[in-house]
C-alpha cells in the first residue's frame, strides 16, 4: 500500500529597499539535506516569482524544515526600484544580494520555517537587499612555473551561505574569468593538470569586494596523497575484494577515484583534491565498517580534508554487525509505514556524514531492521508519524525526539530487540 502525505505551503510577500512591492523577484525555498556527507542548501518544490503586488506561493513542500531566499529577479522585476550608494541599480549594472527570510545576507541569521505535514505557512514578508555583482578573473601557473589546464571554483567560505554567488570557469593557457561574483569571503579552488594528466591544486583565500577584481596569480601544487592500511578488529582475514572509493567534494574538481585494497591491506592514491570523502566498497554480508581515521580522526563518511603533500589512513572492518530489530505497534497490533528514527545520545555525533543516525521504514506487519550502527554506546529510537530524510540530522527535531525515546544500547556485535508505541507527531 502506498502511502501518501499531503503537500505543505509557503507563502508571503517581497519587498524591495523602500518598502515597496519586489515584483519579478525569484522566491525558492530551501532545505540542508545531507549530501556526501556535507550540508548543502538545495531547492525544494516549486519555485515561484513574485507578481505585482510582491506575492510570492511555494507549494508542494513535505513536512520539514525550511529556509525561504529571494534572488535574482527577472529583468522586467524589481531591479530599477533598488537604491544603491552610488546609483540606480539596473538589469545589467546591478541585482539584489541573495536575502533570506526576515532579510538576512547570512544563513546563520535566517529564520528557520518548520512546516508540519500538510501545513500552510502564510504571512512570510520580508525585504530584499541590494548587491552589485562583479568580474574575478587572473592566471593559474603550476609548480614549474607553467600555465595551468583545467577549472577553478569560487566557494561561498560558509557551505551553505551565498548560494548566488558561488562561480566555477575553466582554465585555459592559465587565464580564468568569473563573473557574475556576488562580492563577500570566498575560497578559490583550483585543480589544474599538465604533462600525463598529472595533478595539481590550489586553495586559496579570497575576499571580493564591490569591484571588478583582476590580476590574481594562484600557484598550484601536487595534489595530496593517501595512503593507509585495511584491517579487521579481531586480527582476522579481511574480505577478498574491498575496494576504496574516494568522492571529490567539489563534483567540479574531478568526480571519483577507486583503488584495490593490495593482498597485504594496504592501499595508495595520490594526485588528490585537499577535499575528499572516503567510502568501502565490496564489503560482503556480514561485515561493516568499524571505524576510519585519518591523521588519528574518525572520518567515516565526513569529508576529509587532506594535508598538502602525504596522508595516513586505517580502516578497521568488522564482522560483528550491530543489529537492531522491532516492531511499531498501536493498540497491540503492528503499524505499517511508520518511520522508525535511532540516533545516537550524544548529540556531538549529530553531524553530517556520521553513521550512528539511521531511519527506516516498518514494513506491512510494524516490523522493522536497522544494521551497522556504530557500537558507540548508547542510543535514542522512536517511531514517528512522518520524516523527510532531509531532516534527520536536524538537531532541534532530535532534541525533542530524545525526550519521550526508547534507549537502546548497542556494543560490537550486540542484537537487540525492541517495541515502539507508535506514534510521535512530527
Not at 580534508?305 to 596522508?311: D, G, M, P, V
Request: hydrophobic residues 40%.
Amino acid at each position: 500500500m502506498l502511502r501518501l502525505v499531503r503537500a505543505g505551503v509557503i507563502a508571503g510577500m517581497v519587498l524591495d529597499t523602500l518598502g515597496e512591492p519586489a515584483a519579478g523577484v525569484r522566491v525558492q525555498v530551501l532545505r540542508i539535506p545531507n549530501q556526501n556527507g556535507r550540508r548543502q542548501l538545495i531547492a525544494t518544490g516549486v519555485g515561484d516569482v513574485t507578481d505585482d503586488t510582491g506575492a510570492f506561493r511555494v507549494y508542494g513542500l513535505p513536512a520539514g524544515t525550511y529556509y525561504v531566499i529571494a534572488r535574482e529577479p527577472s529583468l522586467s522585476g524589481v531591479a530599477a526600484l533598488i537604491e544603491q550608494p552610488d546609483s540606480t541599480v539596473t538589469s545589467t549594472g546591478g541585482t539584489i544580494a541573495p536575502t533570506y527570510f526576515p532579510g538576512a545576507t547570512s544563513l546563520a541569521e535566517a529564520q528557520r520555517i518548520v512546516l508540519a505535514p500538510g501545513a500552510e505557512q502564510l504571512g512570510v514578508v520580508f525585504a530584499v537587499r541590494p548587491a552589485r555583482k562583479v568580474t574575478v578573473s587572473g592566471l593559474v601557473l603550476m609548480s614549474d612555473g607553467r600555465p595551468g589546464i583545467g577549472s577553478i571554483a569560487l566557494n561561498s567560505s560558509s557551505a551553505s551561505d551565498a548560494v548566488d554567488g558561488n562561480a566555477w570557469a575553466n582554465v585555459f593557457e592559465g587565464q580564468f574569468e568569473l563573473r557574475d561574483v556576488v562580492p563577500g569571503a570566498y575560497t578559490l579552488e583550483v585543480s589544474v593538470r599538465g604533462e600525463n594528466s598529472y595533478r595539481e591544486v590550489a586553495s586559496v583565500a579570497l575576499a571580493v569586494p564591490e569591484r571588478p577584481l583582476a590580476g590574481i596569480v594562484v600557484t598550484t601544487a601536487p595534489g595530496p596523497t593517501l595512503k593507509g592500511d585495511v584491517r579487521s578488529d579481531t586480527g582476522a582475514a579481511i574480505p577478498e575484494g574491498v575496494r576504496i572509493r574516494l568522492n571529490y567534494v567539489d563534483d567540479r574538481m574531478g568526480g571519483t577515484v577507486t583503488v584495490p585494497v593490495r593482498a597485504n591491506g594496504t592501499f595508495l592514491v595520490s594526485q588528490l583534491a585537499p577535499l575528499m570523502q572516503f567510502e568501502a566498497l565490496n564489503l560482503p554480508a556480514g561485515w561493516m565498517v568499524k571505524s576510519l581515521t585519518v591523521a588519528g580522526r574518525e572520518v567515516y563518511g565526513q569529508e576529509i580534508q587532506l594535508q598538502a603533500r602525504e596522508n595516513e589512513a586505517t580502516l578497521v572492518l568488522t564482522d560483528r554487525v550491530t543489529e537492531l530489530t522491532g516492531r511499531v505497534t498501536s493498540g497491540g497490533q503492528g503499524v505499517p509505514d511508520a518511520r522508525v528514527l535511532v540516533f545516537a545520545s550524544d548529540a556531538t555525533r549529530w553531524v553530517h556524514g556520521s553513521r550512528s543516525v539511521a531511519a527506516v521504514t516498518s514494513d506491512s506487519e510494524g516490523r522493522f531492521l536497522v544494521r551497522s550502527l556504530p557500537p558507540f554506546g548508547r542510543y535514542h529510537a522512536v517511531a514517528i508519524d512522518y520524516l523527510d530524510d532531509a531532516d534527520l540530522l536536524d538537531s532541534e527535531l532530535l532534541e525533542r525526539l530524545s525526550q519521550g525515546a526508547s534507549p537502546v544500547s548497542l556494543t560490537d556485535g550486540g542484537k537487540q530487540t525492541l517495541e515502539l508505541r507508535c506514534c510521535v507527531t512530527r
